[in-house]
């Protein structure tokens, strides 16, 4: 039988979906619930003064109105996954930042709630805010590493000053934020002192655990349900301040409570991409090698936090080079505190490193692709360790080809089509591979169905199908019998769904629990005197096409295999826990805490998956509009499980990467620290008339140092790289060096 590793193959969950069966969390059923409307605060800093709350509950229906004053001991501030606290809402009376959450209203109708809370009139003691970089107020401090590493190899400063080329720029990202389809919803509901939470989540045990931490109850007595996510891309990895205030309404209530926040609220309830500004240095000899690296970053968080995503640690590693310095700030500001947004270091970090390669290249008179090829390294250089395995250039090679690079003129503004100039970029993308420590349940039936149980998250990205790939394969059973559940913490617990670990993560426990199944079928089957397996080799014997089968073609149904060990059905239960994690990761895993393995950070052996981004854009001479006919995109990501859905993923993530390059910025009120474009017709991302042609190469790649199935893992990786290739594609266009992000028809006028 062929492996179904590797093999395309459609959603198991897709007629659910497309047919409206799937339920989301808003979508479960609860008995008579009452409604909440959120109050947000029109100030980002201040504090405040009074509620005036009559004429809000003097509307018929309104059941409740919680605010500091009647509920703000009753609970405190989610933690979060990095970076320390941050901001408190109903807490006290004081306001960190606009849309910050000051109260919750309650009725028997949604309608009523918003009406209500819009009666609400709330008096404050306004400060003025501090919004982002260069604003009087804001407190910038180097971050110690402890969360991230900075690295220093040998001295920069002498390279630099010896050099006989360099790059000395800044690089600008904007604020993003992400936007899922899905809204930020919470529905609760209370009975006899266990609170159960439907909540769209990409970490349902570290969303229970949390909650629990914040009302101060047992995590045993909290119960999680989040079948579906509508998109999250980081958004519903961490606990929200929502959650805790939606439990104590239905509490206060005794009665189911439901939340769908507004799409401009979810701009300030939950988290976002911080800005961030780079000086990037780099040192060259005549012939184009790499002599000094210098990368420092800067980035906003809120008031008491200290999160940041400090991408140095892939930009250090990423070209062979002697000497490397590297640096992370914070600058704190009146906002939000930020969090996990697809590719989250990489995205913003190596649009500087690599739109500086390009400015290299260009200073050289080397071709940018060349130029990669002379500083590629089989080893990282902050410290000698080898890559796992490196496929970074054989995707440069792929891509190039396809996208007809070698006719390309190195001159800028040398290419054109009428009134269009046309431009052509490349960068380079790369990904940690992590990993985490989870646990599934098996269940093998003798008809030849199976069932795997697992807490994982489905956040879009195909994790049922790849979980019933998984063990389909591994018992030899039809894929279409295969069921599967997630995203529920009755279930044997799963790692958070982020940092391109998922599909590792789960299919090492899922292939573990089914290894388990067949040892004991097979251990069965050789010591009994009855069947044909006497005397032969346990290890030996697989599960294939409904039978289990030896070597030599001996075979019997699965049906009496399976009945042999236990009637009708067979469970094992499994807990995988990667070589480098301790024993004790899966009791973390237990509390909320993931263990994550990284790949920037494993012993002995450094593990990334890389790729290759390339892109055309056209810019009309006289408009200075921008228009992307085609992206090429190359990636060397070791096991693909499902390559259908792998392609999906790897062109969502280019796409994207052209809404960060071209479109994607959240525009900011300085004088009010106020988010002013907070809807999805005025955040723009790409639409269909924005993408042409998008063309995915899946570089074939065996890892056997990564993990045991060769995973590295796909959903980030597709993002990174594809804002600077854009951006060098601009110059090579106009001749115009666009350092700030996003690039718009002003930049090139």
């Given at each position: 039988?062929?492996?179904?590793?590797?093999?395309?193959?459609?959603?198991?969950?897709?007629?659910?979906?497309?047919?409206?069966?799937?339920?989301?969390?808003?979508d479960?059923?609860?008995?008579?619930?009452?409604?909440?409307?959120?109050?947000?605060?029109?100030?980002?800093k201040?504090?405040?003064r009074?509620f005036d709350?009559?004429?809000?509950?003097?509307?018929?229906?309104?059941?409740?109105?919680?605010?500091?004053?009647?509920?703000?001991?009753?609970?405190?501030?989610?933690?979060?996954?990095?970076?320390?606290?941050?901001?408190?809402?109903m807490?006290?009376?004081?306001?960190?930042?606009?849309?910050?959450?000051?109260?919750?209203?309650?009725?028997?109708?949604?309608?009523?709630?918003?009406?209500?809370?819009?009666?609400?009139?709330?008096?404050?003691d306004?400060?003025?805010?501090?919004?982002?970089?260069?604003?009087?107020?804001v407190?910038?401090?180097?971050?110690?590493?402890?969360?991230?590493e900075?690295?220093?190899?040998?001295d920069?400063?002498?390279?630099?000053?010896?050099?006989?080329?360099?790059?000395d720029?800044?690089?600008?990202?904007?604020?993003?934020?992400?936007?899922?389809?899905?809204?930020f919803?919470?529905?609760?509901?209370?009975?006899?002192?266990e609170?159960?939470?439907?909540?769209?989540?990409?970490?349902v045990?570290?969303?229970?655990?949390?909650?629990a931490?914040?009302?101060?109850?047992?995590?045993?007595?909290?119960?999680?349900?989040?079948?579906?996510?509508?998109?999250?891309?980081?958004?519903?990895?961490?606990?929200?301040?929502r959650?805790?205030w939606?439990?104590?309404?239905?509490?206060?209530?005794?009665?189911a409570?439901?939340?769908?926040?507004?799409?401009?609220?979810?701009?300030?309830?939950?988290?976002?991409?911080?800005?961030?500004?780079?000086?990037?240095?780099?040192?060259?000899?005549?012939?184009?090698?790499?002599?000094?690296?210098?990368?420092?970053?800067?980035?906003?968080?809120?008031?008491?936090?200290?999160?940041?995503?400090?991408?140095?640690e892939?930009?250090?590693?990423?070209?062979?080079?002697?000497?490397i310095?590297?640096?992370?700030?914070?600058?704190?500001?009146?906002?939000?505190?930020?969090?996990?947004?697809?590719?989250?270091?990489?995205?913003?970090?190596?649009?500087?490193?690599?739109?500086?390669?390009?400015?290299?290249?260009?200073?050289?008179?080397?071709d940018?692709?060349?130029?990669?090829?002379?500083?590629?390294?089989?080893?990282?250089?902050?410290?000698g360790?080898?890559?796992?395995?490196?496929?970074?250039?054989?995707?440069f090679?792929?891509?190039?080809?396809?996208?007809?690079?070698?006719?390309?003129?190195?001159?800028?503004?040398?290419?054109?089509?009428?009134?269009?100039?046309i431009?052509?970029g490349?960068?380079?993308?790369?990904?940690?591979?992590?990993?985490?420590?989870?646990?599934?349940?098996?269940?093998?039936?003798?008809?030849?169905?199976?069932?795997?149980?697992?807490?994982?998250?489905?956040?879009?990205?195909?994790?049922?199908?790849?979980?019933?790939?998984?063990?389909?394969?591994?018992?030899?059973?039809?894929?279409?019998?295969?069921?599967?559940?997630?995203?529920?913490?009755?279930?044997?617990?799963?790692s958070?769904?982020?940092?391109?670990?998922?599909?590792?993560?789960?299919?090492?426990?899922?292939?573990?629990?089914?290894?388990?199944i067949?040892?004991?079928?097979?251990?069965?089957?050789?010591?009994?005197?009855?069947?044909?397996?006497?005397?032969?080799?346990?290890?030996?014997?697989?599960?294939?096409?409904?039978?289990?089968?030896?070597?030599?073609?001996?075979?019997?149904?699965?049906?009496?295999?399976?009945?042999?060990?236990?009637?009708?059905?067979?469970?094992?239960y499994?807990?995988?826990?990667?070589?480098?994690?301790?024993?004790?990761?899966?009791?973390?895993?237990?509390?909320?805490?993931?263990?994550?393995?990284?790949?920037?950070?494993?012993?002995?052996?450094?593990a990334?998956?890389?790729?290759?981004?390339?892109?055309e854009?056209?810019?009309?001479?006289?408009?200075?509009?921008?228009r992307?006919?085609?992206?090429?995109?190359?990636?060397?990501?070791?096991?693909?499980?499902?390559?259908?859905?792998?392609?999906?993923?790897?062109?969502?993530?280019?796409?994207?990467?052209?809404?960060?390059?071209?479109?994607?910025?959240?525009?900011?009120?300085?004088?009010?620290?106020?988010?002013?474009?907070?809807?999805?017709?005025?955040?723009?991302?790409?639409?269909?008339?924005?993408?042409?042609?998008?063309?995915?190469i899946?570089?074939?790649?065996?890892?056997?140092?990564?993990?045991?199935?060769?995973i590295?893992g796909?959903?980030?990786?597709?993002i990174?790289?594809?804002?600077?290739?854009?951006?060098?594609?601009?110059?090579?266009?106009?001749?115009?060096?666009?350092?700030k992000?996003?690039?718009?028809?002003?930049?090139?006028?």
């Amino acid at each position: 039988m062929t492996s179904l590793i590797g093999q395309p193959r459609t959603r198991i969950d897709g007629r659910a979906k497309v047919t409206g069966h799937a339920a989301y969390p808003s979508d479960e059923p609860v008995r008579n619930p009452a409604w909440a409307f959120l109050l947000t605060s029109a100030i980002a800093k201040g504090r405040i003064r009074a509620f005036d709350l009559d004429e809000a509950r003097s509307l018929p229906g309104v059941l409740d109105i919680l605010t500091h004053q009647n509920v703000g001991d009753q609970t405190k501030p989610p933690k979060q996954q990095a970076g320390g606290d941050t901001t408190t809402t109903m807490e006290s009376d004081r306001v960190w930042h606009d849309g910050q959450i000051i109260g919750v209203v309650l009725a028997d109708t949604y309608e009523t709630a918003r009406d209500a809370a819009f009666r609400v009139k709330v008096h404050y003691d306004r400060q003025a805010p501090a919004a982002t970089f260069d604003q009087p107020g804001v407190e910038a401090h180097y971050r110690e590493p402890g969360e991230h590493e900075d690295y220093e190899v040998g001295d920069v400063d002498a390279a630099l000053a010896a050099t006989e080329v360099k790059v000395d720029q800044w690089y600008e990202t904007p604020t993003q934020h992400h936007n899922p389809i899905e809204l930020f919803t919470t529905t609760a509901e209370w009975n006899e002192g266990e609170l159960t939470i439907w909540e769209p989540s990409q970490f349902v045990y570290g969303l229970r655990n949390n909650v629990a931490g914040q009302i101060g109850i047992d995590p045993a007595k909290v119960h999680v349900i989040s079948k579906f996510v509508g998109g999250a891309f980081g958004s519903k990895g961490g606990a929200t301040a929502r959650t805790a205030w939606i439990a104590i309404a239905a509490r206060r209530l005794g009665r189911a409570v439901k939340l769908v926040a507004t799409r401009d609220q979810g701009f300030t309830i939950a988290t976002y991409r911080a800005e961030t500004r780079h000086h990037l240095q780099l040192g060259a000899t005549p012939d184009g090698k790499l002599t000094a690296l210098r990368h420092e970053g800067w980035e906003v968080t809120s008031r008491p936090s200290n999160y940041n995503v400090s991408g140095t640690e892939t930009t250090a590693r990423m070209y062979a080079c002697p000497n490397i310095l590297t640096k992370v700030n914070v600058v704190h500001a009146d906002r939000n505190t930020p969090g996990f947004m697809r590719a989250p270091p990489d995205t913003p970090y190596m649009f500087a490193l690599e739109s500086a390669m390009d400015e290299l290249a260009v200073a050289m008179r080397i071709d940018p692709v060349e130029l990669r090829r002379i500083n590629d390294t089989a080893s990282d250089p902050t410290d000698g360790v080898p890559y796992s395995s490196r496929h970074l250039m054989e995707c440069f090679d792929q891509a190039a080809e396809r996208f007809g690079w070698a006719s390309r003129s190195p001159e800028p503004r040398q290419m054109r089509e009428g009134d269009w100039l046309i431009g052509w970029g490349c960068a380079s993308a790369a990904y940690p591979s992590n990993i985490a420590s989870t646990a599934a349940r098996v269940t093998l039936r003798s008809d030849g169905h199976a069932m795997v149980e697992i807490a994982g998250h489905d956040i879009g990205t195909g994790a049922y199908t790849v979980a019933a790939i998984t063990a389909a394969d591994r018992l030899g059973v039809d894929i279409d019998k295969s069921a599967v559940k997630m995203g529920d913490t009755d279930l044997p617990p799963a790692s958070l769904a982020a940092g391109s670990s998922h599909t590792a993560t789960i299919t090492h426990a899922i292939a573990k629990a089914c290894n388990g199944i067949l040892a004991k079928v097979a251990q069965a089957a050789v010591v009994s005197s009855e069947g044909p397996f006497a005397g032969k080799e346990a290890a030996s014997l697989r599960l294939s096409e409904g039978k289990l089968i030896a070597p030599d073609g001996t075979a019997e149904p699965l049906e009496q295999a399976v009945n042999r060990v236990s009637k009708g059905a067979l469970e094992v239960y499994a807990e995988h826990i990667p070589q480098g994690l301790s024993p004790e990761s899966m009791e973390k895993l237990y509390q909320g805490q993931p263990p994550m393995l990284r790949g920037q950070s494993r012993e002995g052996v450094r593990a990334y998956a890389f790729g290759a981004q390339f892109v055309e854009v056209r810019i009309h001479r006289l408009t200075c509009e921008i228009r992307v006919p085609r992206m090429v995109g190359a990636f060397a990501s070791g096991t693909i499980v499902n390559p259908l859905t792998a392609h999906s993923q790897y062109m969502g993530g280019m796409i994207w990467g052209l809404g960060a390059a071209l479109e994607e910025k959240t525009e900011i009120d300085l004088a009010h620290a106020r988010y002013v474009n907070d809807n999805i017709a005025e955040y723009h991302v790409p639409v269909n008339a924005d993408v042409s042609r998008v063309d995915v190469i899946m570089v074939p790649e065996t890892d056997q140092q990564v993990n045991p199935l060769g995973i590295k893992g796909i959903g980030e990786i597709g993002i990174v790289g594809m804002n600077a290739a854009i951006a060098n594609a601009v110059w090579h266009a106009t001749g115009r060096r666009i350092r700030k992000l996003p690039i718009r028809i002003e930049d090139l006028l």
